[in-house]
């Protein structure tokens, strides 16, 4: 089945001023794009762009082009989290597993959708490859679709299939996948890595993100037996895990034996193993975020990090201070879910000290910074110094536990100030 390429120039002359444009997501963040959307700055205004965590280059939210672009980030990465720091650029609060309800319910109704998919199949469906997410309720509730095919793009199974018929501008590029690299590990994150292995048990079923302290724990499992995935995202960590047939999914009671996930980051290997791979299916974030359908599989060990933890067991996940750092995420869909499997186990973790050597466990949050998981929520404190398990504590204990893995140096003045902090209201706790 054939289609008509157009250049990126030509398509995106089908967005509109006014227009609210949503941005396929990550790795799969299509730059040919946004790049030629960015070009027709001066012939477009009061455009909307929304997007989850987007990779590469975002001049859009850069501020001079604030008349003709701002962004409405549903979540903070990197490449625009100076612009929404300094008011360029919005935030949106909001759980992973409800994004697609703002498109579908049209709280958000989409003008246009850019993404970057596979190219056709001989049936004519392409495919979302390593972002299905929020994308696929977006291509469901846009007027238009705009797509770039690329040839490098890996074709995932799942639910992130789309027939041409439904794209109305077609991009031809022969682009590299955006790449993550494996981080290389500290001695700081390989201790939280072996520290969370220790309570993961065989048979589980495990959430994991990207970056260092997921990494240093896969890295710790090896010696683990039928685990199995269900995640919003993974990326490399996992594939010597498949190899060595410790990720197997047998025990898992949902997807029983198929790694799940919504999407992807990391190297051209991760995407290479995920190209047209039945072990690995690719689900919308509603659906893998619900949290009826995580607490379904036994064992769920969901691992998430935090910016800040309180004495109570308040996590800050996505500020630091008033200042926006990332977003709400999924950590509260597996937070909670996790304490509703059977045998589950939420986990936060976090190192002990910010870069500049200032403690992440506090008596009080920064002023203006957001609780992402509560108190009541929050069950396993992981850091470099241990493990804790707050459920079931009371103010008084959760003190004397989260200050016991704080770092040496700041375990006596944590207690200290814990002590006066709570000191007149927790009479009867000791």
Do not use: W
């Amino acid at each position: 089945m054939s289609y008509r390429p157009l250049s990126a120039e030509e398509a995106v002359t089908k967005i509109k001023s006014g227009d609210r444009v949503f941005l396929h997501t990550a790795a799969a963040t299509p730059q040919r794009l946004i790049d030629a959307m960015v070009q027709r700055s001066a012939e477009l205004r009061n455009v909307e762009i929304v997007s989850l965590h987007t990779e590469g280059d975002a001049a859009y939210a850069r501020p001079e082009y604030r008349d003709s672009f701002r962004l409405n980030a549903l979540f903070v990465g990197k490449n625009v989290r100076q612009s929404v720091q300094n008011g360029d650029a919005d935030a949106i609060p909001v759980f992973l597993s409800e994004i697609p309800s703002l498109f579908l319910n049209k709280i958000l109704p989409l003008d246009v959708a850019l993404v970057h998919v596979s190219p056709p199949d001989r049936h004519g469906y392409c495919s979302l490859g390593v972002s299905v997410d929020v994308t696929l309720a977006a291509l469901h509730s846009a007027k238009l679709v705009i797509a770039q095919v690329n040839p490098n793009m890996p074709r995932t199974l799942g639910e992130g299939l789309l027939h041409i018929s439904k794209i109305h501008a077609m991009v031809d590029v022969s682009d590299a996948i955006l790449e993550t690299p494996r981080h290389v590990l500290s001695d700081e994150e390989i201790r939280i890595g072996s520290h969370i292995a220790s309570i993961v048990e065989d048979g589980a079923t495990l959430q994991l993100g990207i970056g260092a302290i997921p990494d240093a724990t896969l890295a710790s499992l090896s010696g683990h037996k039928d685990l199995g995935i269900h995640s919003e995202m993974f990326s490399d960590g996992i594939i010597d895990l498949v190899e060595k047939g410790v990720i197997n999914g047998r025990k898992k009671r949902t997807h029983k034996e198929i790694i799940v996930a919504s999407f992807l980051i990391g190297t051209r290997k991760l995407y290479d193993f995920v190209d047209d791979n039945p072990l690995v299916a690719m689900l919308p974030s509603d659906y893998v975020n619900d949290t009826r359908e995580i607490r379904r599989n036994p064992r769920v060990t969901a691992i998430n990090s935090a910016l800040e933890i309180d004495m109570t067991g308040q996590v800050c996940a996505d500020s630091i201070g008033q200042k926006f750092y990332s977003g709400v995420g999924g950590q509260m869909d597996f937070i909670r879910g996790a304490a509703l499997s059977e045998g589950g186990k939420p986990i936060i973790a976090l190192p002990s000290t910010t870069s500049k050597g200032l403690s992440r466990i506090v008596p009080q949050l920064k002023p203006g910074a957001g609780v992402v998981t509560t108190r009541a929520h929050v069950q396993y404190v992981v850091t470099e110094f241990g493990i804790v398990n707050l459920h079931g504590k009371n103010l008084r204990q959760r003190a004397e536990a989260l200050a016991s893995i704080a770092h040496p140096d700041f375990r006596e003045e944590i207690s200290r100030q814990a002590h006066e902090l709570y000191g007149s209201y927790g009479k009867g706790y000791s």
